[in-house]
């Protein structure tokens, strides 16, 4: 028997899935607690679901599954000791519903996730016996994983918004339905295809609940010029994904004598207005998170990690007594900065007066980088871009948002971005953009040939410019616009963001740098025939085929 087994991220072993160790970093015995946490949220949203259609929801329950399933995405958390104070957490919590519901003569469906009680000691054991092959049929487990990952990927969005200040009931709603959904053991594939559509859609409701968010607490995102150097004081590296973690930071350092700089996905914070009048917000350090290990060597002081895209540091690195994590985030080892009281901040006291102890960050790179191409900017743009469309200068644009990964094969997109022809457009959101962000790519009449839009929720952006662009061009078919799809994914929020995209009726979608593994080989086929899904080659192969010339 397997030690474990996942295959959630585009990294899964051998195309396959882990069973030994995840190539993320994770241990089996983290893995399988983890598919215990995930069994306890469906049993949880089961009995919410029933009483949700009994107007008798307990608030609670919404934003504990919404943050244990942001828990297990892939490189968020490896703190065991995190996932087992959820579990323990969720069972209490359970055994609370399950009383309402009784008082209240609800009935509840008969499922093993409802009933389950352990002591900790228990754990392990029954962590094997929930995992994803214990669904017989493939085709129904992918299109179960299918809309699983795509939930896990909607709750770290909603989280973010809740932490904002917004919240949407009917998101929290379909997600308890859905868990509920995935859950029976008598569901029909054909209503599983539905579901998966339904979870694009409410992927497109909390993508824009996320961005209203952003903006209304920020202001919307400006073009501009961030640098890439360092400054001469002692730093905090901040990562992740979470705008408001970023907003207490800097408000409690801007006079402590260190300064900020972001890494990864946290790199679009420099384009919200709201964040610009701090001063000593200094830049972006390094490149997507992949490449920690080496760059959190040089940078000499802390790092805080948001969210996810953790990699576990090697033995002995310099830098494994500097990390802070926070929210969803965790790493057994590292201090945890609690959740703020409502309406509070969180208390990063400690590891500001961490930095002030460290050397300043080493030079790596000197120059500027330039984003801020969120829908609202390029809109304003939409006379010069219509024009530049009409007259042929832009052909075609691209759009090559999603994540970034390790391997070798990545090497495509950077391969691909400079091979496109000079009157091609890069639209891009997430990390995937490290790979020819730095890239010397020009600009078309003043408009540059990548524009990109910020992290990678802000894909909803691509969607609004597309949808602009149909109504400009008085299309009946968003899939008419010269627009093409060449996005790369690697784990769960990836997953949310191509169900969106094919919710909103986009097709031939190309996918990279392989296919997931999740997908069984009938479900694959049902995504090549219905939408046009579709893998990647080599860069000149493909546009050959996309009629890029």
Not at 105 to 127: C, F, G, M, Q, R
Not at 247 to 252: G, I, N, W
Not at 534 to 545: F, L, R, W, Y
Request: charged share 25%; aromatic share 8%.
């Amino acid at each position: 028997m397997d030690n474990m087994f996942c295959f959630q991220c585009q990294e899964a072993a051998k195309g396959i899935g882990c069973t030994i160790k995840g190539v993320c970093g994770k241990d089996d015995v983290l893995a399988n607690r983890m598919d215990l946490l995930v069994y306890v949220c469906k049993g949880i949203s089961q009995i919410q679901n029933r009483l949700i259609k009994n107007n008798l929801r307990v608030n609670a329950a919404d934003m504990y599954v919404v943050d244990a399933l942001f828990s297990t995405i892939t490189n968020a958390n490896f703190d065991i000791k995190s996932i087992d104070a959820r579990i323990s957490k969720g069972l209490i919590l359970k055994d609370q519903l399950v009383h309402i519901a009784k008082e209240n003569n609800i009935e509840l469906p008969v499922h093993d996730a409802i009933n389950w009680k352990a002591t900790e000691d228990k754990y392990e054991a029954a962590s094997k016996l929930i995992g994803v092959l214990n669904e017989k049929n493939i085709d129904i487990r992918s299109l179960k994983e299918l809309t699983m990952y795509g939930i896990k990927g909607l709750a770290a969005y909603i989280e973010h918004a809740y932490n904002l200040g917004f919240e949407d009931s009917e998101i929290y709603n379909f997600i308890h339905y859905s868990l509920s959904e995935i859950s029976r053991k008598d569901i029909s594939a054909d209503e599983l295809v539905k579901l998966v559509l339904q979870t694009g859609e409410y992927g497109v409701k909390g993508m824009a609940l996320l961005d209203k968010a952003n903006t209304s607490n920020y202001g919307n995102p400006e073009i501009t010029k961030v640098n890439i150097g360092v400054g001469t004081r002692p730093g905090i590296l901040i990562s992740g994904h979470d705008l408001k973690d970023m907003d207490d930071l800097l408000e409690q350092t801007k006079d402590s004598g260190i300064d900020i700089y972001t890494h990864s996905e946290m790199l679009p914070a420099h384009y919200y207005p709201a964040f610009k009048k701090y001063k000593h917000f200094i830049g972006n350090y390094g490149n997507s998170w992949w490449k920690q290990r080496e760059e959190f060597e040089s940078f000499n002081g802390p790092i805080l990690f948001t969210t996810n895209c953790i990699v576990p540091p090697h033995e002995g690195a310099n830098y494994q007594d500097k990390i802070y994590t926070t929210g969803a985030a965790g790493f057994t080892g590292c201090k945890h900065i609690q959740n703020r009281s409502k309406g509070g901040r969180k208390d990063f006291s400690e590891i500001i007066e961490h930095a002030k102890r460290c050397m300043p960050p080493k030079e790596i790179e000197t120059g500027e980088i330039i984003g801020g191409f969120a829908h609202n900017q390029v809109l304003a743009l939409a006379d010069k871009v219509v024009e530049n469309i009409k007259n042929g200068s832009i052909k075609n644009f691209v759009v090559m948002a999603g994540c970034d990964g390790r391997m070798k094969d990545r090497e495509y997109y950077t391969e691909f971005a400079n091979e496109l022809p000079k009157d091609q457009i890069i639209l891009t959101a997430g990390c995937a953009k490290y790979r020819y962000n730095k890239l010397p790519l020009g600009d078309i009449n003043g408009i540059p040939r990548m524009l990109d839009a910020g992290q990678c929720n802000d894909s909803y952006s691509l969607a609004l410019i597309a949808l602009k662009l149909k109504e400009v061009f008085e299309l009946e078919d968003i899939n008419e616009l010269p627009i093409i799809y060449n996005i790369a994914w690697y784990e769960q929020k990836a997953v949310i963001v191509l169900l969106a995209l094919l919710s909103l009726g986009v097709k031939n979608i190309h996918l990279g740098p392989t296919l997931p593994a999740f997908l069984s080989p009938n479900i694959a086929q049902v995504l090549i025939n219905e939408f046009g899904i579709g893998g990647i080659t080599t860069p000149s192969e493909d546009m050959e085929k996309w009629n890029i010339i």
